[in-house]
């Protein structure tokens, strides 16, 4: 931000009396002074090439503001601005919502992907994650081809969450089953919902997670299998999975808290 005449005249002042071959050339205190009358010069030309130099910044700022880099992080972002049951305008010679409405932003969680010379663009709502309406994702997909750049090809998804059975053999010490069989469950539960929209589910993840758990010694996680929207089959899984819809939940009665059924405990 460009400084005031006082603020210049000052700083030039204090090096003037720092400086003593120049201050002794000061001795004159007329107030026309031609040293006097060389500041005044120098301060009024320092501060309009600090007012320009502030022009010249916003002129920059708003060339960079309006650019559309198109990267993944900027679908995201764009995807992320969808209101559901707001109409789009020309801002600024760009498409864009006239009045920002919070409360009708309904994506709250994006992942990119390049595939196949497409866009991919898979999304949820809610902090729990949940599959957009079909009128929602009309509306979103809708969205997504006007603020995309013309010729890019975007496939808009959200459905519902992939599906996971699987069984867990514990192992730990005889004074820690009990807790185990009760803090297992928990670590279940949430290891889904914390892995980031459209991640892996990588089997030896969930087993580190067990591990970190007090009293256990080892867990093995096996017989995983996998299924997803519009399909009947459930797929084995051996070591990794990526997930169609982009997300995972344990199948639908799927008993994780009772022992001996899918969750076995054994001492070691």
Not at 141 to 146: L, V
């Amino acid at each position: 931000m460009a400084r005031t005449e006082s603020e210049i005249k000052q700083v030039i002042n204090d090096s003037i009396a720092a400086d003593p071959a120049v201050s002794a050339l000061t001795t004159n205190t007329s107030a026309t002074a031609i040293w006097r009358l060389f500041i005044g010069v120098f301060v009024r030309s320092i501060q309009a090439f600090e007012i320009l130099f502030d022009l010249f910044k916003s002129d920059v700022q708003l060339m960079i503001d309006s650019m559309r880099p198109g990267d993944e992080l900027w679908v995201a972002q764009k995807a992320k601005e969808y209101q559901h049951g707001n109409s789009l305008s020309i801002v600024d010679g760009k498409p864009a919502y006239a009045t920002i409405v919070p409360a009708n932003r309904i994506i709250t969680q994006v992942a990119v992907v390049n595939r196949f010379g497409q866009v991919w663009v898979k999304v949820v709502k809610g902090e729990a994650r949940a599959a957009l309406t079909n009128s929602e994702l009309t509306g979103f997909s809708s969205y997504m081809n006007r603020v995309m750049f013309a010729g890019v090809e975007v496939i808009c998804i959200s459905q519902a969450s992939d599906k996971i059975k699987l069984k867990v053999d514990v192992y730990g010490n005889a004074s820690s089953l009990e807790a185990l069989k009760l803090a297992v469950p928990d670590v279940l539960r949430s290891f889904f919902p914390a892995l980031q929209l459209d991640g892996s589910f990588q089997l030896s993840d969930l087993e580190s997670e067990l591990k970190k758990l007090e009293g256990c010694n080892d867990a093995v996680v096996y017989d995983v299998e996998h299924q997803w929207q519009g399909e009947s089959v459930w797929y084995p899984v051996t070591r990794r999975v990526s997930p169609v819809s982009g997300w995972f939940e344990f199948a639908a009665g799927w008993d994780i808290d009772t022992p001996g059924v899918n969750l076995n405990y054994y001492q070691q």
